[in-house]
C-alpha cells in the first residue's frame, strides 16, 4: 500500500482479519435461505459526508450481493436507540450497530436475542454473538499530524473534536504524536466543538467558530474529526486559504484547494464484510482492531492531496507508514 498513491478499499474484503475469510457460503445462512441483515444508524443520520455516510456507502455494497437482504433504521434522538435495536433485531439474522453511543443498547438487546449476531462498530460491548470493531484511528491520524507539521509555517496545528470520546481521542492523540515527531517545535490547540452525542457531530457552526478560534491564535492546518460539525471547521479554513485535513472520508471535493489529505476509516468495507459473513461460520464474536496494517485505515489518495502534497512530503509520509505497518514504530493509543 502506497501513501496518497490510490484507494485501498478493493483489498479490504481479502486481508481484514476476522470480519470475512474466503467462503463459498457468504450471503446466506445455514439454511441456504437469504440472510437478512439491519444496520442501525445514530442520530446524526445517514449523510454526515463523515463516518456514517461511509457506512452506508457499505449498505449499498452489501445490498449487491446476492443471498442478502439488507434494511437500515435510525436512531432519531438517543432515547430511541435501544427500541431501534431492538427493532432491527426482530427477524433479522445480523444486526450492525453504526457508531459508540450503541453500546448499552446492543448489549441488552443482543442477550434477548441470542439466535441474532450483533457487530457493533465502535461501540465497546460483549457477548457471545456480539462482535466489537473498532479502528486504531492514531495510526492514520499520526501521518496526518506528520503532513501537518511538514506543511505548517506557523508551527501551530489546530485539532477540532466533536466531543470527547475514546475514538476522538486516538485521533487527537496520534495527530499530535505524529506532528512532533518529525517537528517538536510544533504546538497543538484543541477544542472539542460538542458537548451531548445528540448535537455533536451535526452543528457545522459550531465547527466554523472552533476553527475560526484556532487560526486566531495562529493555526494554519488544521484537522477536524467531527462528522458533520467538521464541515463548518473545513470551510472557515478555505474562507481564511489556510489548509485542513479531513476525516472518515474524503472530503477534497467539497474544499478544494484547502484540505490537504483526509484520514480515512474504510467503514464501507467493515460494514458489507459483516453483512457477508452473516450466519455463516466466518463471523467470529469479539473484539477486532483495525487499522494502516489491514488497510481499514489510510490517507485519501485523491488528485487535491497528490497536488498539494509535495513529492517529498509524500514520500516522508510513505517511509513513516511503512514503519508503522512493519511493526517498528508503535503509535500509542492515547
Not at 460494514?271 to 455463516?280: G, I, K, R, S, Y
Request: glycine residues 10%.
Amino acid at each position: 500500500m502506497s501513501v496518497l498513491a490510490g484507494g485501498v478499499a478493493g483489498g479490504l474484503l481479502a486481508v481484514t482479519p476476522g470480519i470475512v475469510r474466503a467462503s463459498d457460503g457468504q450471503g446466506t445462512n445455514r439454511t441456504g435461505a437469504p440472510c437478512k441483515v439491519a444496520v442501525v444508524f445514530d442520530v446524526t443520520g445517514k449523510f454526515d459526508k463523515s463516518f456514517a455516510e461511509s457506512a452506508w456507502r457499505g449498505v449499498r455494497k452489501a445490498r449487491e450481493h446476492p443471498g442478502l437482504v439488507v434494511r437500515e433504521l435510525e436512531a432519531e434522538n438517543p432515547a430511541l436507540r435501544l427500541q431501534s435495536v431492538r427493532v432491527a433485531a426482530e427477524g433479522a439474522d445480523m444486526v450492525i450497530t453504526v457508531g459508540s453511543e450503541f453500546a448499552s443498547a446492543v448489549g441488552q438487546v443482543a442477550a434477548e436475542f441470542p439466535q441474532v449476531r450483533f457487530t457493533a462498530i465502535e461501540a465497546v460491548v460483549s457477548g457471545p454473538n456480539v462482535q466489537d470493531v473498532h479502528f486504531r484511528e492514531q495510526e492514520g491520524a499520526f501521518l496526518a499530524g506528520a503532513a501537518a507539521a511538514l506543511m505548517s509555517r506557523t508551527q501551530i496545528l489546530g485539532f477540532i473534536g466533536g466531543l470527547d470520546l475514546p475514538s476522538i481521542e486516538r485521533f487527537q492523540g496520534g495527530f499530535r504524536a505524529g506532528a512532533q515527531f518529525v517537528n517538536p517545535a510544533v504546538s497543538m490547540l484543541t477544542v472539542m466543538a460538542g458537548t451531548d452525542t445528540e448535537t455533536a457531530f451535526r452543528d457545522p457552526y459550531a465547527g466554523y467558530t472552533a476553527a475560526q478560534g484556532v487560526m486566531d491564535q495562529g493555526a494554519d492546518v488544521v484537522f477536524a474529526a467531527a462528522g458533520a460539525t467538521g464541515l463548518g471547521a473545513y470551510q472557515a479554513v478555505a474562507d481564511r486559504q489556510r489548509y485542513s485535513i479531513g476525516v472518515d472520508t474524503d472530503q477534497s471535493d467539497l474544499f478544494p484547494g484547502s484540505m490537504l489529505t483526509a484520514v480515512v476509516k474504510h467503514v464501507d468495507a467493515v460494514v458489507e464484510q459483516a453483512a457477508l459473513t452473516c450466519n455463516t461460520a466466518q463471523w467470529m464474536a469479539g473484539r477486532i482492531d483495525l487499522g494502516l496494517s489491514d488497510w481499514s485505515i489510510s490517507l485519501a489518495a485523491g488528485p487535491e492531496s497528490r497536488r498539494l502534497l509535495p513529492a517529498e512530503v509524500r514520500s516522508r509520509l510513505e517511509q513513516i507508514q511503512q514503519e508503522i505497518i512493519s511493526g517498528a514504530r508503535v503509535v500509542p493509543a492515547l
